[in-house]
């Protein structure tokens, strides 16, 4: 992002912010921001209301996702296959007829890494950590209220519900750019789901992020022709693409969004001066 579209973006946050002074001039712009995020925040908890009331609904989709990659990690610290056969004999789709994944798993060898760990820990840590990790680094962020309703959008938009419920492991790509944007090495963590790999590119202009990289790389070398079998998974997968994961970003645009307006918002992409300070900030009188 360059600095004049940063100013552009600081700009249009200022105009923001005076419209609504002028508009409701003797409320706390705290307040405001913070009713209208209450209102969103309201309307997607209404939505998870009525998707609830829906008999066998959440039955069928809670801990779905988690099930399904520590079922096939299990399978492979036992000697089996982590990718189906199916994935190898031929095309197949990734979603069924009645929209349904087919349970097909994409995801690189590296990722197990991650899986193996919660085999045998208790189910709650693979929600509660990354979930946790993201608060906190939000929680460090202090958003500027004008801020308050991005998130909130971010969290209201049903897929990023849909993924938490699901226990994908999207929550831990979360909570790497929720600390990406504190340490800019983090989002190397990014590329354990190589289809959101933009957002692993906002941290190349740090060498943290180069040496993560490199280490990220050499974790992989004993995989050896595990990562075979994942091109091959992924050449005969249909239905998927580079758009393929375009419904996770809204989550993931989440601790992105909370450094709007900050008066001295760190912009994991940009550079750093010889004081360590960013290159250019968003600043709101």
């Not at 798993?105 to 085999?119: D, E, G, R």
């Not at 500027?144 to 699901?166: D, E, N, V």
């Not at 740090?206 to 490199?214: F, K």
Request: proline share 9%; net charge positive.
């Amino acid at each position: 992002m360059s600095a004049t579209r940063s100013s552009r973006l600081a700009s249009a946050c200022v105009c923001l912010e005076t419209a609504i002074r002028r508009a409701v001039p003797d409320i706390h712009p705290r307040l405001t921001f913070g009713v209208l995020s209450l209102v969103i925040l309201a309307s997607g908890a209404l939505y998870w209301a009525t998707v609830a009331s829906t008999p066998g609904l959440l039955e069928r989709y809670a801990g779905i996702d988690y099930r399904l990659y520590m079922n096939a990690t299990s399978q492979w610290l036992s000697g089996g296959a982590f990718y189906a056969p199916w994935q190898a004999t031929g095309p197949y789709a990734l979603v069924d007829q009645q929209g349904f994944a087919t349970g097909a798993i994409l995801y690189p060898p590296i990722a197990l890494y991650l899986f193996v760990p919660f085999t045998r820990l208790p189910p709650v840590l693979w929600w509660g950590v990354p979930l946790a990790l993201t608060a906190w680094g939000l929680w460090r962020l202090h958003p500027a209220p004008i801020a308050w309703p991005l998130m909130a959008l971010c969290l209201w938009y049903p897929t990023s519900g849909l993924k938490i419920l699901t226990g994908n492991p999207t929550m831990w790509v979360l909570a790497a750019v929720a600390l990406s944007v504190l340490y800019h090495w983090p989002f190397v963590g990014v590329l354990v789901k190589p289809s959101l790999f933009p957002f692993a590119l906002l941290g190349v202009r740090h060498r943290s992020w180069w040496v993560a990289l490199l280490v990220l790389s050499l974790a992989g070398l004993p995989f050896a022709f595990l990562w075979r079998d994942w091109v091959v998974a992924l050449l005969n997968a249909q239905g998927g693409g580079l758009l393929y994961s375009v419904q996770e970003v809204p989550l993931l645009c989440l601790p992105l969004a909370a450094c709007v307006g900050r008066a001295r918002a760190p912009r994991p992409w940009a550079g750093h001066g010889p004081t360590g300070a960013p290159a250019t900030r968003l600043t709101i009188p």
